[in-house]
């Protein structure tokens, strides 16, 4: 529960895809410098475990929530798990993923798309769920599904930007994931706009919410 509220708090969560595993260290550290403390490493990232583990290694003091992404199966949350990934996020809905996060009390965020998904997910011991592809399901999906389902707890992934992140918190939604939009800096080099973007998201959010 401390690192879903963690998450909450903030409200955005970094998706980092990089081309290596420094540049996916740089692209975390300059997120961190601008206010976003939870870092989804994914498993497109060459070398993930090991990322994940220098991580957990420079930050052990809790100043960043280290997650896992693209988790496809529980043999990868696992190895994300033993590596110190303290949350996972799945593209779609796995319920052996989530049976073995349960398991070991760590929260795990699976993709879903339609209703069917996110009441099953519910009922499967999920506390947050991911919307995915966001581009694809809109905040009008997140409006409808908050009408009949009040307590589920959404976050979108794909699509977010900084024009819409204020959507998406004002439709209903707990956090966001945000990934191009924020990395993109990285391909260039540019590190510094990262963490000024990343800045920006967390003044968004916290706009949206009325704070």
Do not use: H
Not at 35 to 62: C, H, R, S, W
């Amino acid at each position: 529960m401390k690192v879903i509220n963690q998450i909450l708090d903030v409200g955005v969560v970094a998706v980092v895809r990089a081309e290596s595993s420094e540049q996916a260290l740089k692209i975390s550290d300059a997120c961190l410098k601008g206010g976003v403390t939870a870092i989804e490493m994914t498993f497109t990232v060459p070398g993930a475990v090991e990322v994940i583990k220098d991580l957990v290694k420079t930050y052990q003091n809790g100043e960043m929530i280290i997650g896992a992404g693209t988790v496809l199966d529980a043999e990868t949350a696992r190895a994300a798990i033993l590596a110190g990934a303290q949350f996972i996020v799945s593209p779609s809905l796995n319920f052996d993923t989530i049976k073995l996060c349960n398991r070991y009390q760590i929260p795990v965020m699976p993709g879903t798309a339609t209703v069917k998904d996110i009441v099953e997910a519910m009922e499967a011991g999920v506390d947050i769920v991911k919307a995915f592809p966001g581009e694809s399901l809109g905040t009008k999906f997140i409006k409808a599904v908050k009408g009949p389902l009040p307590q589920a707890n959404i976050m979108p992934t794909g699509g977010v930007s900084l024009e819409n992140a204020a959507e998406w918190i004002q439709a209903g939604c707990v956090a966001v994931g945000v990934g191009g939009s924020l990395t993109a800096g990285a391909k260039t080099g540019d590190y510094q706009s990262i963490t000024d973007k990343a800045k920006k998201f967390v003044e968004v959010v916290r706009t949206a919410r009325g704070k």
